[in-house]
């Protein structure tokens, strides 16, 4: 059983393109994150939602915007994609706190 | 300065070392400590959380604080090859939560 899942695994598109990023969990955990992975392996987290609404919104560019329409999904949606947004994008979950938290595979985005 | 710094290796040992990874951090609000293990091109899973200062033992690892130090440890006894991953320290103060940038370990055989 997967407990953390995004898709798709790889998207590979060109610059000033909208994509979209899909999450879901089955852990009956109340908070999800999207995180950003760089080339150079570095983990910054951009969102975190619980119960749906948005607790934390890290300094990322309005062209980013997640979309959570239950507390079992958060979608990450992308506007106008740039070179600079190629990375691993991670989604998390946790039930209570920011300490215990599930990681999905992650989606490589390659910006051409 | 980065809330948390992390020294990113490589480090290269062989099988049956005691392998010691390290943070550093400025935040004295952080409180709770964890560190995740990530193997290549997969998701981060936690290993370990402690909260405060202590050790915390599970298996063949041990997370050490030292708050006054601004200071955390993660050792690996008995290392094996199949211990080889990233490893990535990461910090909460509420609201706030931080990932150091990873040390990548090899256990050679």
């Known amino acids: 059983d997967t407990a953390v899942s995004q898709t798709p695994k790889y998207l590979v598109t060109q610059m000033g393109n909208d994509k979209s990023i899909k999450c879901e969990q089955n852990?009956?955990?109340?908070?999800m994150y999207w995180y950003k992975q760089d080339s150079k392996k570095f983990l910054k987290i951009m969102f975190s939602?619980?119960?749906?609404?948005?607790?934390i919104n890290e300094t990322v560019p309005n062209r980013f915007s997640p979309k959570s329409p239950d507390k079992a999904h958060l979608n990450l949606h992308i506007n106008s994609l740039e070179l600079g947004d190629s990375a691993v994008y991670f989604c998390?979950?946790?039930?209570?706190?920011?300490?215990?938290?599930?990681f999905g595979p992650g989606t490589r985005l390659t910006v051409t | 300065q980065k809330e948390v710094e992390q020294d990113p290796g490589p480090l290269s040992v062989p099988e049956g070392a005691i392998v010691s990874l390290n943070c550093t951090y400025s935040?004295?609000?952080?409180?709770?400590f964890m560190w995740y293990r990530q193997y290549s091109r997969k998701g981060p899973e936690l290993l370990m959380y402690?909260?405060?200062?202590g050790n915390k033992e599970d298996g063949r690892f041990t997370a050490q604080v030292d708050k006054s130090s601004k200071y955390i440890s993660l050792f690996i006894r008995d290392s094996q090859p199949s211990d080889s991953a990233t490893y990535l320290c990461?910090?909460?103060?509420?609201?706030?939560?931080?990932f150091g940038t990873g040390t990548s370990l090899t256990v050679i055989p």
């Open positions: 998390a979950s946790s039930r209570d706190s920011f300490y215990e938290q599930y």
């Open positions: 852990l009956g955990h109340d908070t």
């Open positions: 939602y619980n119960n749906k609404e948005l607790i």
């Open positions: 935040n004295s609000a952080f409180q709770y």
């Open positions: 402690t909260y405060s200062s």
């Open positions: 990461a910090m909460d103060a509420g609201n706030q939560f931080y």
